[in-house]
């Protein structure tokens, strides 16, 4: 049989005084602690409360317009699927006085060379409008020197996009689209 409570001289929560009370085991520290340590406990519990339900997420832009479902995939000149490609969904004429001009969204391709876009990297989707779509191909490239402080060999990792120009510059990309106010799929197709 379990331990569900002790008997013996413990303080009262309503008047103070020591009697002998049968006290659950969970409640014996609250009981045996001062006014002033319960409300830095309660304050304490509170503020963890708030933090995991979510308080302290980020609210969603107010001028943000209504989203749209969005996937686009990207294949290769052969027709398949290239996965993590980082595409980027840009306005086609960012100054105008179009209100839904000022959102940017992108994603990374799966491994079916299918991406979700995300406006503003978080939420799914875009508003209505024209768009241009640049694309990045990362690879890493691992060297090794030396460090300066230390001198012991070291690793160095960069990143070069092996996209080709045509397709990470907004000035030169061939790839547009109009979203329209419903969930719209796109597939692009490189040429080279």
């Not at 049989?1 to 009262?12: A, H, T, Y």
């Not at 060297?143 to 996209?163: C, F």
Request: with cysteine; aromatic share 6%.
């Amino acid at each position: 049989m379990e331990n569900l409570g002790v008997l013996g001289e413990i303080p009262c929560a309503p008047c103070g005084k020591i009697k002998g009370h049968f006290v659950p085991v969970h409640t014996i520290s609250l009981f045996c602690i001062k006014m002033k340590q319960r409300i830095q406990i309660l304050s304490l519990l509170l503020v963890c409360l708030f933090m995991g339900s979510g308080c302290s997420r980020q609210l969603r832009p107010a001028d943000m317009p209504k989203l749209y479902p969005c996937k686009i995939t990207i294949l290769d000149k052969d027709g398949n699927p290239l996965p993590n490609v980082l595409v980027a969904v840009s306005p086609e004429n960012p100054c105008t006085e179009d209100p839904n001009s000022k959102w940017r969204a992108s994603s990374s391709t799966d491994a079916s060379g299918v991406a979700d876009i995300k406006t503003i990297g978080k939420y799914r989707g875009l508003p209505t409008g024209q768009f241009r779509v640049t694309l990045g191909l990362f690879e890493e490239i691992k060297s090794k020197t030396l460090d300066a402080d230390t001198g012991k060999e070291m690793e160095v990792v960069q990143s070069n996009n092996v996209m080709p120009m045509e397709y990470w510059l907004i000035s030169k990309t061939p790839f547009r689209l109009e979203m329209e106010p419903k969930a719209m799929n796109f597939t692009f197709q490189l040429e080279k």
